[in-house]
């Protein structure tokens, strides 16, 4: 019976990752170039509003859905002899390591050590200039290609199910 669901559940998987290697690419291409132009003061209150706004009903079901889909494609491509398994096996992986992994690791723990920091504080402007803008950026990079991976083999695994 699951191995009938499992066409459903790859194709919301390729909408879920679709919609987050949107979203991480919007950030890596656009919105932090341009948060970056600003004054620290200014990009640092702009990030920190984003921050709070983002976790809302609507992201978690894209981002955390998608998590678990990917859960239930990985385990599910080691319980069927489908074509579709190895696609299924490296999307799941690749969201969750690449897309969610990253997530927790890196770039959570960078947006609560901004948002703990007074954003017209020097403390604030030096973590902005010297770090933030960098090494967040550099990691939302892993999570845009991770998640575009995701949906090249969610699809793969689509069309071989």
Avoid: K
């Avoid at 600003?38 to 009903?57: D, F, K, R, T, Y």
């Avoid at 079901?61 to 990917?70: E, H, P």
């Avoid at 859960?71 to 799941?92: C, D, E, K, N």
């Avoid at 690449?98 to 901004?114: C, E, R, S």
């Amino acid at each position: 019976m699951i191995a009938g669901l499992f066409p459903l559940l790859i194709f919301s998987a390729v909408i879920g990752a679709g919609i987050n290697a949107g979203l991480f690419f919007i950030f890596s291409v656009c919105i932090m170039g341009a948060l970056g132009r600003l004054p620290a003061e200014q990009g640092i209150a702009a990030m920190q509003s984003i921050n709070v706004v983002i976790l809302n009903p609507l992201f978690a079901l894209a981002f955390f859905g998608t998590a678990l889909l990917s859960l239930v494609l990985v385990a599910g491509g080691f319980m069927t002899g489908s074509p579709a398994r190895f696609y299924m096996i490296a999307g799941g992986l690749l969201f969750l390591a690449g897309t969610i992994g990253v997530t927790v690791v890196f770039n959570v723990p960078m947006n609560n050590a901004l948002e703990g920091l007074q954003p017209q504080s020097e403390e604030a402007a030096r973590l902005w200039s010297s770090t933030y803008l960098v090494d967040w950026v550099r990691w939302n990079h892993v999570r845009t290609l991770s998640s575009i991976g995701a949906l090249g083999s969610f699809v793969m695994a689509f069309r071989a199910a």
